[in-house]
């Protein structure tokens, strides 16, 4: 009896629902191609949760570089071509520069006060203006090399030890434990985690515990009246305690960074330049402790791993083509001569290295569909009309391998990025007012790694093992199944 009850009372709203999230019709104006979708729920059954980037650039070769989906009461947009980024960028890129509002994206950045997750307001403008001019600056990233250059000797040091033993080395925990290690000493200023880091097993915890939070699954995001079964699914549960775990961690590091005894090692790093700004007014808007609380989410979440990942997948890519390995150790060791170890100042001059880099970030984007935006006003792209208020996915993945646009784009080339090559703009790190702004950190670090591992090493796969290209499904980011192992011979 209570069920029938629930659902007659229910039934007015799911039918007011169904209709509004109905395909839109607009006259003459032309509406984005995409496949039929089912009675209140959609698309969602169409989705597929294995691979959902790869699924998106499969309908996209029978919809168009333009398409349209329904999930609940969300307009999904789906962009696949670089021409359709390009319009964007050029004619309508701030109204594509806000950010739809999902439950645990707004819980744990404090409710939208963080940079990456935030609407386009005037808030997210000041906090995006913080972290250009003081987080993320060339000046910034310059002074922070020398730990860059630190933590990538120490890796070396590791796997020589490695190599004279030959002993196989795990290149997927190597790069995360350096990107790790790194990360921490620039944010933190110390570190927490990797193989060298106290409180090593609580840092790594909360990052695998957040990742498929922010990622997951909430009923409420597509159809609010169910809110209800996040409850009894337990996912509400989860994102209290998540949220609760990154708060006290938050929390623990901004009073260590106000006890005036604190390690020396702490001066200018994130956590210091944002509580020197709220303190000082060195900026036009003074963040809130809970400003500098969301911008450690953005920090935790995209902050190592992603440039880890980057950084295995380009490796798995040179070990595929040794003749692209070749040519690149033959500029390195040409250029380095007896070095100890290449620096930043080399790799300006090292011009086919950093065409293996943004190579490797074309055919292996760690976010193969870029944080969803969301269209403030009606506008259009490749001749069809955009709602306001329409979910939009860029599809790095698909975009990094459209033949329209990239000549053999299932072949990795890095002569296409060289001097008088095919050099379109990546949009690994997004682009216009909503692109990543840790782009040239990342791209410093990748280059300085992958510039002295193959220069000091030569690497070889262990014995009857292939090369796995292989894809961990139903995670956010572009994650290997398989962890990539090697055997290192030092050269050098």
């Known amino acids: 009896m209570m069920s029938l009850i629930l659902f007659l009372v229910s039934l007015p709203i799911i039918l007011i629902l ?77 109204i594509f520069s806000s950010r739809p509002s999902f439950v645990a994206a707004k819980r744990l950045s404090y409710n939208h006060l963080d940079i990456g997750f935030s609407s386009y307001n005037d808030t997210w403008r000041e906090m995006r203006k913080i972290s250009n001019l003081h987080l993320f600056s060339s000046k910034q990233v310059q002074s922070f090399h020398p730990i860059f250059r630190d933590e990538v000797s120490k890796m070396m040091e590791k796997i020589a030890r490695d190599a004279s033993s030959s ?41 695998h515990e957040t990742r498929p939070i922010l990622g997951g699954f909430f009923m409420e995001d597509y159809f609010p009246w169910l809110r209800w079964i996040d409850r009894l699914s337990g996912m509400t549960a989860k994102l209290d305690k998540n949220f609760h775990n990154l708060d006290l961690f938050y929390q623990e590091l901004i009073e260590e960074h106000m006890n005036p005894n604190r390690p020396k090692s702490m001066d200018g790093d994130f956590i210091d ?14 963040p809130t402790i809970n400003h500098i609380k969301g911008v450690l989410m953005d920090l935790v979440t995209g902050g190592s791993d992603t440039t880890a990942i980057a950084l295995e997948w380009t490796m798995t890519a040179l070990m595929e083509k040794p003749l692209v390995m070749k040519k690149l150790q033959e500029e390195i060791r040409r250029f380095g001569g007896k070095k100890d170890m290449i620096n930043k100042q080399d790799i300006e001059k090292l011009s086919y290295l950093r065409a293996v880099v943004k190579e490797g970030l074309r055919m292996y984007p760690p976010a193969p569909l870029l944080v969803p935006r969301e269209t403030t006003n009606k506008c259009s792209v490749n001749g069809y009309e955009i709602e306001g208020g329409s979910m939009v996915f860029i599809n790095a993945w698909a975009i990094g391998r459209d033949p329209a646009t990239w000549e053999n784009a299932d072949e990795f080339m890095p002569e296409r990025f060289l001097e008088g090559g095919q050099n379109p703009e990546l949009i690994t790190f997004g682009f216009g007012r909503r692109g990543c702004p840790g782009m040239g950190m990342a791209i410093a670090e990748l280059e300085l790694a992958l510039a002295n591992l193959v220069y000091k090493f030569n690497w070889e796969l262990p014995k009857e093992e292939d090369i796995d290209l292989e894809c961990k499904p139903r995670a956010t980011l572009l994650r290997k199944k398989n962890a990539l192992r090697l055997i290192a011979k030092v050269v050098m």
């Open 167 to 207: 002993t196989v080395v795990n290149f997927t925990d190597t790069t995360m434990s350096l990107l790790t290690n790194i990360f921490s000493r620039i944010a933190f200023g110390k570190i927490y985690g990797g193989d060298r880091g106290y409180g090593k097993d609580r840092f790594m915890d909360l990052l």
């Open 273 to 286: 330049i944002m509580l020197r700004i709220k303190e000082n007014g060195s900026s036009s808007f003074a």
């Open 18 to 94: 169904y209709f509004q999230t109905q395909k839109p019709k607009n006259g003459n104006k032309l509406i984005p191609p995409g496949p039929p979708g089912l009675p209140l729920i959609g698309n969602l059954h169409q989705i597929d949760g294995q691979f959902q980037y790869k699924y998106f650039q499969r309908l996209s070769k029978q919809y168009g570089p333009v398409m349209f989906l329904n999930l609940g009461i969300r307009r999904f947009i789906v962009i696949s071509t670089a021409e359709a980024v390009k319009e964007i960028t050029k004619s309508n890129d701030a």
